[in-house]
Structure formats: structure tokens, C-alpha cells
């Protein structure tokens, strides 16, 4: 069964500061690994979707790496604003629909005016 | 290009009611998924359509049911409610399945059974 683990679990950083965002997952078979944004009490916005063939993929100030192997993948994010602020999910597609997507628990980022 | 939207967004019921929830999926999509999301926690993954049909279901009891459209909407029933069944309740579609394909959700429905 896949799990998922993200860390840290919460974050808060001054305006300004690049970081880091870490996801794990137990099963390398995957399909996909995809990261999302989540603001309180809302739906789900995809953020950076990255194949398994892939190693990473970037939008804007967001780059997301993937490493199958060792089951891991890292969400850096530039130049960090306000905006910035949210709940951050990693997901992963191991069964090609059959299992959904397995979610970690997210990490909730601040980032301090 | 509209996306997925959710009704209603918000819905309080009664313990041992029965609810229906829906989904439009984002146009041109064919699969319609469905999550539960408890507060602080991922959203866990309740069943899968793909033109009207399940494929795939997580681990949820049977009072969990669902129903896909020939237009791709869909809707999720929720008999006998119970207290836990508390959360927010996520649809995504996509356009089929694999791993090229990206999921885009809605903005949930908050159901709260007192």
C-alpha cells in the first residue's frame, strides 16, 4: 500500500526566503507525482505535475523534482510572498485510476510579511 | 473552458440522513474521481468513474455509492450518515488516466452531520 509522508509538517519563513518543501513516498511504481496548493476551507490547485519518466518540472518561482529510486520528490519555491501562503500537498498515482491519488498530509507554509 | 464545480458548497445534516453531492467536470474530461477530506488530514480517495463506470474504489463501505452521467457529471451518495462522515468532499476530473494526466479539483462541498 502506498503511503505518503511530507515534511516538514508546518513551515513559517520571512518574505523573501527560497525553500524547500519535502514529499516521500513508499512505492516507486508510480504513474505520476503531482503537487498542490490547498487555501484554507478551499478545493485543491494544481501546482506542477511531473511524469515518472521526468525528473523535474517548473512554473514561475515553483520547480518540483522527482526521484523515483529513492522515493522522493522536493517542491522549491523562489523569492517566497505572502501570497505564498497556503496548505502545500504531494500527491501520487500508483494504479492508473484504480487507487486515485495517495496524498500526504500536506505542509502548512507561512511566510511572514 | 470552465472548470469543476461542486454543489452545494455547503450542507449540514442529520445523523442517519441521507445526501447527495455533485460534480460538473471540467469540459472535455471523461473521469470523475471523488475524495474525503477530514480537517488536518490528505484527502483520501473514494472511487473513481470513467465513462459512467467505477474503476476503481479506496476504502470506503458500501453507503458510499456513485453515479457518472453520459455528460461526465457526477454525483456521490452518502446513506445512513454518521458523525465521522464529517469533512470536505472533493471531485476532480480528468481526461482518461495515466501518466501524463493531470487531476483538476473543485472547491469541495463541506458537509458537517450533527
Known amino acids: 500500500k502506498q503511503e505518503v509522508t511530507q515534511i516538514p509538517a508546518a513551515l513559517s519563513v520571512p518574505e523573501g526566503e527560497n525553500l524547500v518543501l519535502n514529499c516521500s513516498f513508499t512505492d516507486s511504481a508510480i504513474y505520476n507525482l503531482q503537487w498542490f496548493r490547498q487555501d484554507p476551507g478551499k478545493g485543491l490547485t494544481s501546482l506542477l505535475l511531473i511524469q515518472s519518466s521526468q525528473r523535474e518540472q517548473t512554473s514561475g518561482r515553483l520547480n518540483a523534482s522527482l526521484d523515483k529510486s529513492s522515493g522522493r520528490s522536493t517542491l522549491y519555491i523562489a523569492a517566497s510572498q505572502p501570497g505564498d501562503s497556503a496548505t502545500y500537498l504531494c500527491?501520487?498515482?500508483?494504479?492508473?485510476?484504480?487507487?486515485?491519488?495517495?496524498f500526504g498530509k500536506g505542509t502548512h507554509l507561512i511566510i511572514q510579511p | 473552458e470552465t472548470g469543476v464545480t461542486q454543489s452545494p458548497t455547503h450542507l449540514i445534516k442529520t445523523r442517519g440522513q441521507q445526501v447527495t453531492l455533485r460534480c460538473s467536470s471540467q469540459s472535455g474530461h471523461n473521469t470523475v474521481s471523488w475524495y474525503q477530506q477530514a480537517l488536518g488530514q490528505g484527502p483520501q480517495f473514494i472511487f473513481q468513474y470513467y465513462r459512467e463506470e467505477e474503476n476503481g474504489r479506496g476504502n470506503f463501505p458500501p453507503r458510499f455509492s456513485g453515479l457518472q452521467f453520459p455528460n461526465y457529471s457526477s454525483e456521490l451518495n452518502v446513506n445512513a450518515l454518521e458523525l465521522d462522515d464529517s469533512a470536505l468532499y472533493l471531485c476532480?476530473?480528468?481526461?482518461?488516466?495515466?501518466?501524463?494526466?493531470?487531476?483538476?479539483f473543485g472547491q469541495g462541498t463541506r458537509l458537517t452531520v450533527v
Open positions: 500527491a501520487v498515482d500508483s494504479g492508473g485510476g484504480a487507487d486515485g491519488l495517495t
Open positions: 476532480a476530473s480528468s481526461l482518461n488516466w495515466g501518466d501524463s494526466t493531470e487531476a483538476f
